[in-house]
């Protein structure tokens, strides 16, 4: 069992923490925004104030692979965002058979989930509330990433997080869900990192490329290796 924070509680950041909490790891997500979710879905369309998502006030279509994946391994939030009205569409059966074939067993497979973001977000976060072993901690926003001793020359270790009111908060492992305006290349600079990694952002994601393996920056003994990505830079 490993103590994981978690930066960022959007859809990503609460989906994740309910991951590895069934897992059996200890989550704790941190969010900068400090309005709780309301209670019901028409309540957070209309008052929910959410300035860290600025697609707040959109509809949102989830493609089929976080169907596929919610559905398989967090039913619970596919029973709460279906109680709070999200609708399920399949984009094939609006396309004529005559470009499709028609309809075959294993298109259900596309189906997708959409709704008002508000409304996702919200039956995301009553499910995310509801799970043993996830707290969320709202009107909290990281400044930092705290290091411990290097486990590998040049590689910094990741042991926690460092609030803007000063407050520490140590964890095994920390991940980053703040989003696509994300901080953490700034803080992984600030704590030591080598600056021979490259961020490059296009459209919502964020990816490095490194010339230095990232294990031991990420590694955990309780929670095992991470599985290295890493590529060369160019
Ligand atoms: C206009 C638009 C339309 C989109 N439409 C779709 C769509 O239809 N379907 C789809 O799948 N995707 C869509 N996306 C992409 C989707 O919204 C993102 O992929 C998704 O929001 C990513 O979720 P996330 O939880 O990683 O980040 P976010 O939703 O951005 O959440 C990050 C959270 O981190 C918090 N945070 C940030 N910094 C800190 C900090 N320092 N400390 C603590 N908390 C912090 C923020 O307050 C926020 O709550 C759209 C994006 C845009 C811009």
């Known amino acids: 069992m490993a103590t994981v924070m978690i930066v960022g509680s959007g859809v990503v950041g609460m989906g994740l923490a309910m991951l590895l909490a ?3 790891h200890e989550v704790t997500c941190v969010e900068r925004d400090a309005e709780p979710p309301p209670g019901d879905a028409e309540a957070a369309w209309e008052h929910w104030d959410r300035r860290g998502v600025n697609q707040f006030r959109l509809l949102h279509t989830f493609l089929a692979r976080y169907h596929q994946v919610v559905t398989r391994e967090l039913p619970q939030v596919v029973a709460r965002l279906e109680a709070d009205g999200a609708l399920q569409d399949n984009i094939l059966r609006g396309v ?4 499709t074939g028609g309809w075959r067993d294993g298109d259900e497979r596309f ?3 959409t709704g008002r973001r508000a409304m996702v977000e919200r039956s995301v976060a009553a499910a995310a509330e509801n799970t043993p072993g996830v707290t969320i901690r709202r ?8 290091a411990g001793s290097s486990a590998a020359p040049g590689a910094i270790h990741v042991t926690g997080v460092r609030t803007d009111a000063g407050e520490e908060l140590l964890a095994d492992l920390v991940i980053d869900a703040s989003g696509r305006r994300s901080a953490l290349p700034a803080w992984l600079a600030a704590a030591g990192s080598r ?7 296009a459209g919502s994601f964020t990816t490095v490329a490194t010339s230095a393996p990232l294990t031991a920056a990420c590694r955990s003994p309780s929670v095992g290796p991470c599985k290295s990505t890493a590529r060369s830079a160019p």
């Open 195 to 201: 600056s021979s990694r490259r961020w490059r952002t």
């Open 111 to 113: 189906d997708v989930i």
């Open 22 to 24: 069934a897992e059996g």
């Open 139 to 146: 009107g909290v926003a990281v400044a930092g990433l705290l």
């Open 96 to 99: 004529p058979d005559f470009i």
